[in-house]
């Protein structure tokens, strides 16, 4: 079974560029999370995806940020503009729990983005 | 804001030796979750004990909850340089992850 792919694995940009990630989840996950992990940190929740509906979106900083999940599928996560703060490693994960008992996620490689 | 707290931050240990790490956390929850990260890689998923459960193994792993103190532990027996890496709990509720900070676990040779 393939895992959860992302790209780019690295990017490095200058503050107020954009930039854009792009998810493919396990095939059959109907739920898409993208995380932010700054360095030293535990990952964050940026935005939950249940097939291509938004579940919580709560963390995400929606003048800068957004995400997409056309399809059900793939999903794009995308900053404009960048800021110094959003140096990070963008991390997707995807799951399909039995039940509300059951939320094992499996994640991709991740994206580093550096910032300048 | 982050619900679970690793202690401690940073572990070094001889190989061979058992690893210990603890994880308390603040609400009420499904399950909790640990998962291990090496360096500039991705999340893989350890184990997962539910709320209702208070002791779980896999292979060289036993995974303890107390919902009464809201706390859990890893441990790792018989440690070896592959299980370097960082160690993070991940409490569920509602569907949701919330992750610690981590324990920095380094095994010497």
């Known amino acids: 079974e393939a895992g959860v792919a992302q790209s780019p694995r690295y990017k490095i940009i200058e503050k107020r560029q954009s930039v854009a990630f792009w998810c493919n989840p396990i095939?059959?996950?109907?739920?898409l999370y993208w995380y932010q992990q700054i360095l030293g940190q535990g990952p964050k929740l940026l935005i939950q995806?249940?097939?291509?509906?938004?579940?919580?979106d709560s963390q995400l900083p929606k003048d800068r940020f957004s995400a997409e999940r056309l399809k059900g599928v793939d999903s794009t996560l995308k900053i404009q503009p960048a800021k110094l703060e959003d140096s990070a490693v963008y991390l997707c994960?995807?799951?399909?729990?039995?039940?509300?008992?059951?939320?094992?996620?499996?994640f991709g490689p991740g994206t580093r983005l550096t910032v300048l | 804001s982050q619900q679970g707290e690793e202690d401690p931050q940073a572990l070094s240990i001889q190989e061979g030796e058992n690893a210990t790490m603890n994880c308390s956390y603040k609400?009420?929850?499904?399950?909790l979750q640990w998962y291990r990260q090496n360096s500039g890689r991705g999340l893989v998923h350890l184990i997962l004990i539910r709320s209702n459960e208070r002791e779980k193994h896999s292979g060289r792993l036993r995974v303890t909850l107390d919902t009464s103190k809201k706390s859990s532990s890893l441990l790792i027996t018989a440690s070896r340089a592959a299980d370097t890496a960082s160690y993070f709990c991940a409490t569920d509720a509602a569907q949701k992850l919330v992750f610690g900070q981590g324990t920095r676990l380094t095994i010497n040779p």
């Open positions: 095939s059959g996950h109907a739920t």
């Open positions: 994960a995807s799951s399909s729990p039995r039940d509300r008992s059951d939320n094992e996620q499996f």
């Open positions: 609400t009420s929850i499904n399950n």
């Open positions: 995806f249940q097939n291509n509906g938004v579940v919580d």
